[in-house]
């Protein structure tokens, strides 16, 4: 434990190394959330005051984005799964095998900090956007909601990481992982809710997304925040949640011991 | 730099010297991408499947709106193809080698293209080209046809031409402004950073101008254009223009950033010092 203790500091100061990129990187991801937040506003201001779509008043719909933006500070991966390949192909990851390191909890442990370093740096920016939008902003009801919506977000972070971590792995076996991993982004932006909230979608499209893990990987964490999903159901969605983390683990864990297999150290 | 010149060339010379290095570098990028065919192929679906996820958005949108403040359906939907149609020919042309800037930067094989006797920045910014772009810049057209064809849109030549012009100046605009991105990085970020502002920035070119309002459609129509370099070539082809200052106001921004991006990589290229040995 205590080695994975000392990756975690040294995760964060390769982060921290690059925090001028991140902020910038917060900074032009704006663009977009405002964007969209200007095209719903006209949208809804040719519609009757207080008129709401799928159940979304205005107010309902920026705040729907602006919660995916702080889900996502929280959990994206970022430039793990780029690294990950990268280590395969290069050859690098020759050394962990012979090191008494477990390759995923070391990348898993690197994540966390990245992550870390992300959201505290993201915080003064998203803070002031969302002061920006305080009048639209959606407050929880119930205390226990917050509780709920982090722990979503816990498991909404393992799911991303095994998910991208299995993707990356695909460089065992092909030279270029990159077109894979853009499918997956494509598949987990329009599935997972980041293009527009799924209940837009006409009701049979959103039970057949419900079998996939992608619904899981945002618009649920994001509908317990905005208390649209409660007792029973919330207690569904999490369960469901928690097995699709471990069916991504199990998938992680497997990919990995047939690509080890596979694996030739390349300028080894 | 007058000493590296040759020798006295005439302007027409110099053009088809150019030309004839530039289809040097033609033949070595398709020779180059066939030799990875499947790669070829997949980087084609993920760029129609990123088009198709843009459709999905307006589609959705429209089961629950009739306008977008004067934008219809299919106007918007023209919005998307013309978006994906300009994007798509930069792509061919350009991007790849703009984010290659940075990391010609860091390792310093930028030493090599600056020894090369032609304009470094002709080669920085043409030596590669992707070819599957060209063929999905075809699909954005397809997809355009299709849109003016359920709006019942005649085409007339003249203003097909017209179109072509604008969609060049855009072009160039996408190329001035992610160049421009990429002698920033000389200094600071990695080639990450130059792909992710150039995608951000341009994410909002596709939507219909009208919903923005204020500061931010002043700031991005007079200072950074992005809500031109779609807008004003689909208005101009749907007969939506309100006034011909649009078409001024695309050209003139479209030399303005070439003329920006120009100064800032001289800059740049001043205060380069080679990273290697």
Redesign the interface.
Known sequence: MKKYLHVFTIGLQNTMA?R??FF??IL??F??L??TI??W???YA??AAGES??GYTLQGMISYYLVITIVDAFTAVS?DDWQIAADIKDGNISQFLLKPLNYLTYRFTLFLSGRAVYTLVALLPVGIFIMCYRHSFYIPVHVSTLGWFMLSICLTGAMQFFLSYTMALLAFWV??VS??I??LY?FE??AGGH??PLN???PAIVQVLDFTPFPYQLFFPVSIYLEQVSGAELARGLVIQSLWVFVLYGLAKWTWSRGIRKYSAVGG | MNINEPLPQTRALRFSRYAGIYSALWKNSVIREMG?KT?FL??M??EL??FS?QL??VS??Y???????TWTKWQVVMLMGCSHFIQQVFQGFFFVNCSQLPELVRTGKMDFMLLLPVNTRFVVSLRNVDLGAFFTAGSGLAVMFYAGSRMHLSLEPIVCIGFMILCAASVMIHYSIMFLLASISFW???A??VI??YY??F??SR??D????GG?RRIFSFGLPLLLVVNVPVRFLIHKMENMWGLVLLLAMSLVWLIVSEICWRYSLKHYTSASS
């Open positions: 690059y001028f990129n910038t990187r032009f991801g663009i977009p405002m964007g200007f095209l506003k006209t949208i040719s519609k779509i799928s430039e030279a270029e077109t894979f853009f499918i494509a932006y329009l293009v527009f837009l979608l006409p | 990875f790669n997949l980087w679906v993920v499947l990123w996820l999905v958005f959705v949108i089961l629950h709106t009739e306008n977008i403040g600071t970020v990695r990450q950073g992710f502002g951000n920035l994410n909002i939507l219909p009208e919903a923005f309002q931010f």
